[in-house]
Protein backbone atom coordinates (compact mmCIF):
# COMPACT_ATOMS: atom_id res chain seq x y z
CA UNK A 1 0.00 0.00 0.00
CA UNK A 2 1.76 3.76 -0.93
CA UNK A 3 0.34 6.40 0.60
CA UNK A 4 -0.51 8.46 -2.58
CA UNK A 5 -4.14 8.60 -3.51
CA UNK A 6 -6.66 10.54 -5.36
CA UNK A 7 -9.30 10.70 -3.46
CA UNK A 8 -9.19 9.63 0.53
CA UNK A 9 -12.80 8.76 2.40
CA UNK A 10 -13.06 9.32 5.87
CA UNK A 11 -15.62 6.95 7.39
CA UNK A 12 -16.93 3.98 6.14
CA UNK A 13 -20.84 3.87 6.82
CA UNK A 14 -23.16 4.52 3.99
CA UNK A 15 -21.76 7.96 3.10
CA UNK A 16 -17.99 6.64 2.42
CA UNK A 17 -19.11 3.77 1.36
CA UNK A 18 -21.22 4.97 -1.36
CA UNK A 19 -18.37 8.00 -2.28
CA UNK A 20 -15.66 5.29 -2.78
CA UNK A 21 -17.92 3.23 -4.75
CA UNK A 22 -18.56 6.07 -7.49
CA UNK A 23 -14.50 6.96 -7.00
CA UNK A 24 -13.26 3.58 -7.35
CA UNK A 25 -15.70 3.12 -10.17
CA UNK A 26 -14.58 6.46 -11.75
CA UNK A 27 -11.32 4.74 -11.94
CA UNK A 28 -9.56 7.09 -9.06
CA UNK A 29 -7.21 5.68 -6.91
CA UNK A 30 -9.42 5.73 -3.20
CA UNK A 31 -8.42 4.66 0.13
CA UNK A 32 -11.33 4.40 2.85
CA UNK A 33 -10.17 5.30 6.49
CA UNK A 34 -12.60 3.16 8.89
CA UNK A 35 -11.58 3.56 12.61
CA UNK A 36 -14.13 0.29 13.44
CA UNK A 37 -15.91 -1.99 11.29
CA UNK A 38 -17.35 -0.62 7.79
CA UNK A 39 -20.81 -0.30 7.62
CA UNK A 40 -21.05 2.99 10.19
CA UNK A 41 -24.12 3.46 12.76
CA UNK A 42 -26.52 1.08 10.25
CA UNK A 43 -24.93 -1.65 11.34
CA UNK A 44 -27.00 -1.20 14.54
CA UNK A 45 -30.19 -1.61 12.98
CA UNK A 46 -31.57 -5.23 13.03
CA UNK A 47 -34.01 -4.72 10.30
CA UNK A 48 -33.50 -1.86 7.66
CA UNK A 49 -37.01 -1.04 6.06
CA UNK A 50 -36.63 1.89 3.89
CA UNK A 51 -33.45 1.54 1.97
CA UNK A 52 -34.75 1.42 -1.62
CA UNK A 53 -33.92 -1.74 -3.13
CA UNK A 54 -34.99 -4.80 -0.73
CA UNK A 55 -38.70 -4.96 -0.33
CA UNK A 56 -38.42 -7.50 2.61
CA UNK A 57 -35.53 -4.68 4.00
CA UNK A 58 -32.36 -6.21 5.20
CA UNK A 59 -30.51 -6.42 8.04
CA UNK A 60 -28.08 -2.81 9.42
CA UNK A 61 -24.92 -5.01 9.37
CA UNK A 62 -25.81 -6.92 6.22
CA UNK A 63 -26.42 -3.14 3.73
CA UNK A 64 -22.88 -2.12 4.89
CA UNK A 65 -21.21 -5.43 4.00
CA UNK A 66 -22.98 -5.31 0.48
CA UNK A 67 -21.97 -1.76 -0.53
CA UNK A 68 -18.37 -2.38 1.03
CA UNK A 69 -18.29 -5.47 -1.53
CA UNK A 70 -19.51 -3.65 -3.84
CA UNK A 71 -17.07 -0.44 -4.16
CA UNK A 72 -14.16 -3.34 -3.39
CA UNK A 73 -14.89 -4.78 -6.56
CA UNK A 74 -14.11 -1.27 -8.47
CA UNK A 75 -10.83 -0.82 -6.41
CA UNK A 76 -11.61 0.33 -3.47
CA UNK A 77 -8.92 0.27 -0.97
CA UNK A 78 -9.83 -0.44 3.02
CA UNK A 79 -7.46 1.52 5.63
CA UNK A 80 -8.45 0.89 9.84
CA UNK A 81 -7.01 3.52 11.18
CA UNK A 82 -8.31 6.21 13.00
CA UNK A 83 -8.32 9.86 11.27
CA UNK A 84 -6.58 12.19 13.78
CA UNK A 85 -5.93 15.08 11.46
CA UNK A 86 -5.87 16.78 7.83
CA UNK A 87 -3.04 19.02 6.62
CA UNK A 88 -2.99 21.60 3.14
CA UNK A 89 0.50 21.36 1.45
CA UNK A 90 -0.11 22.94 -1.70
CA UNK A 91 -2.06 20.60 -4.14
CA UNK A 92 -1.89 18.00 -1.52
CA UNK A 93 -4.25 17.27 1.08
CA UNK A 94 -2.49 15.17 4.12
CA UNK A 95 -4.65 13.15 5.99
CA UNK A 96 -2.74 11.85 9.59
CA UNK A 97 -3.69 9.14 10.75
CA UNK A 98 -3.11 6.07 13.80
CA UNK A 99 -1.47 4.22 11.12
CA UNK A 100 1.23 6.97 9.08
CA UNK A 101 0.06 10.00 7.12
CA UNK A 102 -1.45 9.66 3.53
CA UNK A 103 -1.97 11.86 0.88
CA UNK A 104 -4.52 12.85 -2.21
CA UNK A 105 -6.14 15.58 -4.48
CA UNK A 106 -9.31 14.97 -2.47
CA UNK A 107 -10.71 14.49 0.54
CA UNK A 108 -14.33 13.34 1.45
CA UNK A 109 -15.17 13.45 5.12
CA UNK A 110 -17.85 10.98 5.68
CA UNK A 111 -17.18 10.29 9.72
CA UNK A 112 -20.70 10.43 10.73
CA UNK A 113 -22.23 11.14 13.75
CA UNK A 114 -22.67 9.55 17.29
CA UNK A 115 -25.68 9.71 19.11
CA UNK A 116 -25.07 10.91 23.00
CA UNK A 117 -25.82 8.21 24.89
CA UNK A 118 -27.01 8.23 28.16
CA UNK A 119 -24.09 6.54 30.35
CA UNK A 120 -26.57 3.81 32.00
CA UNK A 121 -26.35 0.27 32.85
CA UNK A 122 -28.16 -1.87 30.00
CA UNK A 123 -28.09 0.56 27.57
CA UNK A 124 -25.25 -0.46 25.22
CA UNK A 125 -25.92 -4.34 26.07
CA UNK A 126 -30.23 -3.97 24.91
CA UNK A 127 -28.96 -1.39 21.80
CA UNK A 128 -30.99 -2.92 19.35
CA UNK A 129 -32.97 -4.79 20.94
CA UNK A 130 -35.28 -2.47 22.52
CA UNK A 131 -32.25 0.57 23.06
CA UNK A 132 -32.77 3.07 20.16
CA UNK A 133 -31.83 6.34 18.52
CA UNK A 134 -34.33 6.22 15.59
CA UNK A 135 -37.62 6.24 15.57
CA UNK A 136 -38.08 6.84 11.78
CA UNK A 137 -35.79 3.50 11.80
CA UNK A 138 -37.15 1.10 14.80
CA UNK A 139 -40.77 2.91 15.65
CA UNK A 140 -42.86 0.46 13.50
CA UNK A 141 -41.94 -2.56 15.55
CA UNK A 142 -43.29 -1.28 18.86
CA UNK A 143 -47.20 -1.08 17.68
CA UNK A 144 -49.56 -1.73 20.35
CA UNK A 145 -46.89 -1.74 22.71
CA UNK A 146 -46.01 0.89 25.30
CA UNK A 147 -42.47 2.65 24.57
CA UNK A 148 -40.25 5.37 26.19
CA UNK A 149 -38.77 8.05 24.82
CA UNK A 150 -35.57 10.05 27.17
CA UNK A 151 -34.93 13.83 26.52
CA UNK A 152 -37.02 16.90 26.10
CA UNK A 153 -36.21 18.67 23.08
CA UNK A 154 -36.69 18.92 19.30
CA UNK A 155 -35.49 15.83 18.91
CA UNK A 156 -37.07 13.88 21.36
CA UNK A 157 -40.87 15.23 21.03
CA UNK A 158 -40.29 14.36 17.51
CA UNK A 159 -39.13 10.93 17.87
CA UNK A 160 -42.52 10.79 20.51
CA UNK A 161 -44.76 12.52 18.13
CA UNK A 162 -43.81 9.69 15.39
CA UNK A 163 -43.86 6.86 17.77
CA UNK A 164 -47.71 7.89 18.35
CA UNK A 165 -48.30 6.53 15.05
CA UNK A 166 -47.59 3.14 16.52
CA UNK A 167 -47.14 2.84 19.79
CA UNK A 168 -50.05 2.15 22.12
CA UNK A 169 -48.55 4.34 25.17
CA UNK A 170 -45.97 7.02 24.69
CA UNK A 171 -43.90 8.19 28.13
CA UNK A 172 -41.52 10.95 27.59
CA UNK A 173 -38.97 10.92 30.15
CA UNK A 174 -37.42 14.54 31.18
CA UNK A 175 -34.83 15.17 33.82
CA UNK A 176 -36.45 18.47 34.11
CA UNK A 177 -39.97 20.51 34.40
CA UNK A 178 -39.97 22.40 30.97
CA UNK A 179 -39.30 20.92 27.58
CA UNK A 180 -36.30 22.83 25.44
CA UNK A 181 -38.24 21.70 21.99
CA UNK A 182 -39.96 24.61 20.07
CA UNK A 183 -43.40 25.73 20.86
CA UNK A 184 -45.58 24.10 18.12
CA UNK A 185 -43.82 20.41 18.89
CA UNK A 186 -44.77 20.76 22.49
CA UNK A 187 -48.58 21.93 21.34
CA UNK A 188 -49.01 18.99 19.31
CA UNK A 189 -47.24 16.73 21.87
CA UNK A 190 -49.88 18.45 24.69
CA UNK A 191 -52.84 17.16 21.93
CA UNK A 192 -51.88 13.80 21.29
CA UNK A 193 -53.40 11.66 24.14
CA UNK A 194 -50.92 8.37 23.89
CA UNK A 195 -48.07 10.73 25.18
CA UNK A 196 -47.45 11.17 28.85
CA UNK A 197 -44.61 13.21 30.42
CA UNK A 198 -42.72 12.17 33.62
CA UNK A 199 -41.10 15.76 34.72
CA UNK A 200 -38.08 15.61 36.82
CA UNK A 201 -37.37 12.05 36.10
CA UNK A 202 -33.81 10.13 34.84
CA UNK A 203 -33.43 7.38 33.65
CA UNK A 204 -30.73 5.22 35.96
CA UNK A 205 -30.62 1.71 34.46
CA UNK A 206 -32.39 -0.37 31.60
CA UNK A 207 -33.40 -4.15 32.40
CA UNK A 208 -34.68 -7.11 30.50
CA UNK A 209 -33.83 -10.74 29.26
CA UNK A 210 -32.53 -10.70 25.84
CA UNK A 211 -35.06 -7.49 25.18
CA UNK A 212 -35.81 -4.67 27.17
CA UNK A 213 -38.24 -4.66 30.03
CA UNK A 214 -38.22 -1.97 32.38
CA UNK A 215 -36.69 1.02 32.94
CA UNK A 216 -35.25 2.14 36.59
CA UNK A 217 -35.98 5.94 37.49
CA UNK A 218 -35.46 8.47 40.02
CA UNK A 219 -37.07 11.65 40.67
CA UNK A 220 -34.88 14.33 39.91
CA UNK A 221 -35.92 16.68 42.93
CA UNK A 222 -36.92 14.15 45.56
CA UNK A 223 -34.42 10.96 44.99
CA UNK A 224 -37.84 8.67 44.97
CA UNK A 225 -37.25 5.83 42.82
CA UNK A 226 -39.49 4.08 40.52
CA UNK A 227 -39.52 1.34 37.48
CA UNK A 228 -41.62 1.67 34.16
CA UNK A 229 -42.39 -1.01 32.11
CA UNK A 230 -41.69 -0.71 28.51
CA UNK A 231 -40.66 -2.61 25.49
CA UNK A 232 -38.54 0.23 24.02
CA UNK A 233 -36.42 3.35 25.04
CA UNK A 234 -35.56 5.99 22.58
CA UNK A 235 -32.99 7.63 23.62
CA UNK A 236 -33.12 11.20 21.88
CA UNK A 237 -30.51 13.24 23.73
CA UNK A 238 -28.81 14.82 20.93
CA UNK A 239 -26.47 13.99 18.30
CA UNK A 240 -22.43 14.38 18.48
CA UNK A 241 -21.07 14.88 14.67
CA UNK A 242 -17.42 13.26 14.49
CA UNK A 243 -15.82 16.14 14.21
CA UNK A 244 -13.49 16.85 16.21
CA UNK A 245 -9.95 16.08 14.72
CA UNK A 246 -11.21 18.96 12.05
CA UNK A 247 -11.48 21.57 14.32
CA UNK A 248 -9.27 24.80 12.81
CA UNK A 249 -8.99 23.70 9.64
CA UNK A 250 -12.90 23.32 8.01
CA UNK A 251 -16.09 25.98 8.56
CA UNK A 252 -17.87 23.79 11.43
CA UNK A 253 -20.88 25.03 13.20
CA UNK A 254 -21.46 25.45 16.91
CA UNK A 255 -22.40 22.17 17.58
CA UNK A 256 -19.90 20.72 15.22
CA UNK A 257 -21.59 20.31 11.70
CA UNK A 258 -19.53 20.79 8.57
CA UNK A 259 -20.86 23.43 6.38
CA UNK A 260 -21.71 22.62 2.96
CA UNK A 261 -22.67 23.44 -0.20
CA UNK A 262 -25.09 21.49 -2.05
CA UNK A 263 -22.13 20.00 -3.98
CA UNK A 264 -20.73 18.71 -0.74
CA UNK A 265 -17.92 20.88 -1.48
CA UNK A 266 -16.85 22.47 2.07
CA UNK A 267 -15.33 26.17 2.37
CA UNK A 268 -11.59 24.50 1.34
CA UNK A 269 -10.80 23.63 -2.31
CA UNK A 270 -10.42 19.58 -2.74
CA UNK A 271 -12.09 18.88 0.71
CA UNK A 272 -15.73 17.42 0.53
CA UNK A 273 -18.14 16.47 3.34
CA UNK A 274 -21.16 13.64 2.99
CA UNK A 275 -23.60 12.15 5.26
CA UNK A 276 -24.87 13.04 8.60
CA UNK A 277 -21.33 14.85 9.66
CA UNK A 278 -23.03 17.45 7.52
CA UNK A 279 -24.96 20.53 8.64
CA UNK A 280 -28.71 19.80 7.93
CA UNK A 281 -28.05 16.07 6.63
CA UNK A 282 -31.74 14.15 7.07
CA UNK A 283 -29.37 11.75 8.63
CA UNK A 284 -30.78 8.53 6.95
CA UNK A 285 -28.82 6.16 5.32
CA UNK A 286 -30.39 6.49 1.82
CA UNK A 287 -29.31 10.08 2.04
CA UNK A 288 -25.88 9.74 3.10
CA UNK A 289 -25.81 7.60 0.65
CA UNK A 290 -26.96 10.28 -1.89
CA UNK A 291 -24.41 12.59 -0.17
CA UNK A 292 -21.83 10.40 -0.93
CA UNK A 293 -22.42 10.21 -4.30
CA UNK A 294 -22.76 13.40 -4.90
CA UNK A 295 -19.30 14.34 -3.17
CA UNK A 296 -17.35 11.78 -5.44
CA UNK A 297 -19.19 13.47 -8.22
CA UNK A 298 -17.65 16.71 -7.47
CA UNK A 299 -14.34 15.25 -5.95
CA UNK A 300 -13.75 13.46 -9.48
CA UNK A 301 -14.53 16.99 -10.97
CA UNK A 302 -12.59 18.54 -8.58
CA UNK A 303 -9.39 16.48 -9.39
CA UNK A 304 -9.72 16.33 -13.28
CA UNK A 305 -10.09 20.49 -13.22
C1 LIG B 1 -29.90 2.04 15.82
C2 LIG B 1 -29.98 2.80 14.53
C3 LIG B 1 -30.91 2.42 13.59
C4 LIG B 1 -31.00 3.09 12.38
N1 LIG B 1 -31.90 2.66 11.46
C5 LIG B 1 -31.99 3.30 10.27
C6 LIG B 1 -32.92 2.85 9.27
O1 LIG B 1 -33.68 1.90 9.48
N2 LIG B 1 -32.93 3.51 8.11
C7 LIG B 1 -32.11 4.57 7.84
O2 LIG B 1 -32.16 5.10 6.72
N3 LIG B 1 -31.26 5.03 8.75
C8 LIG B 1 -31.17 4.44 9.97
N4 LIG B 1 -30.31 4.90 10.93
C9 LIG B 1 -29.52 6.11 10.62
C10 LIG B 1 -28.31 5.76 9.72
O3 LIG B 1 -27.59 4.70 10.30
C11 LIG B 1 -27.41 6.97 9.50
O4 LIG B 1 -28.16 8.05 9.00
C12 LIG B 1 -26.29 6.63 8.53
O5 LIG B 1 -25.54 5.54 8.97
C13 LIG B 1 -25.36 7.82 8.34
O6 LIG B 1 -24.33 7.42 7.48
P1 LIG B 1 -22.93 8.17 7.44
O7 LIG B 1 -22.11 7.40 6.49
O8 LIG B 1 -23.12 9.61 7.21
O9 LIG B 1 -22.33 8.06 8.91
P2 LIG B 1 -22.11 6.82 9.87
O10 LIG B 1 -23.00 5.71 9.56
O11 LIG B 1 -22.13 7.41 11.23
O12 LIG B 1 -20.63 6.35 9.52
C14 LIG B 1 -19.52 7.10 9.90
C15 LIG B 1 -18.33 6.18 10.02
O13 LIG B 1 -17.17 6.95 10.22
C16 LIG B 1 -16.33 6.30 11.14
N5 LIG B 1 -15.48 7.31 11.76
C17 LIG B 1 -15.85 8.32 12.60
N6 LIG B 1 -14.78 9.08 12.92
C18 LIG B 1 -13.71 8.53 12.28
C19 LIG B 1 -12.34 8.87 12.23
N7 LIG B 1 -11.84 9.92 12.88
N8 LIG B 1 -11.51 8.09 11.48
C20 LIG B 1 -12.00 7.02 10.81
N9 LIG B 1 -13.31 6.65 10.83
C21 LIG B 1 -14.16 7.41 11.54
C22 LIG B 1 -17.30 5.65 12.13
O14 LIG B 1 -16.67 4.56 12.79
C23 LIG B 1 -18.43 5.21 11.20
O15 LIG B 1 -18.24 3.89 10.75
C24 LIG B 1 -30.17 4.22 12.13
C25 LIG B 1 -29.23 4.62 13.08
C26 LIG B 1 -29.13 3.92 14.27
C27 LIG B 1 -28.12 4.36 15.29
Known amino acids: ?11 GGPAGLSAGLYTSRARLRSLLIEKGAV ?9 VENYPGFPQGISGLELGQLIHQQATKYGLETLQAEATGLELQGEERVVITTKGKFTARAVIIASGSERRKLG ?14 CATCDGPFFKE ?20 KFASRVKVIHRRNE ?8 EKALAEAKIEFLWDTEVEGIEGKDIVKRLNLSNAITGEKSTLEVAGVFIAIGLKPNT ?15 ITNEK ?26 GDGATAAIYAEKFISR
Open 264 to 289: METKVAGIFAAGDVRLNSARQSITAA
Open 145 to 164: RTVAVVGGGNAAITEALHLA
Open 179 to 186: FRATRILQ
Open 1 to 11: MTNEYEVIIIG
Open 244 to 258: DYLKGILPIDDAGYI
Open 39 to 47: GGQITNAEL
Open 120 to 133: IAGEEEFTGKGVSY
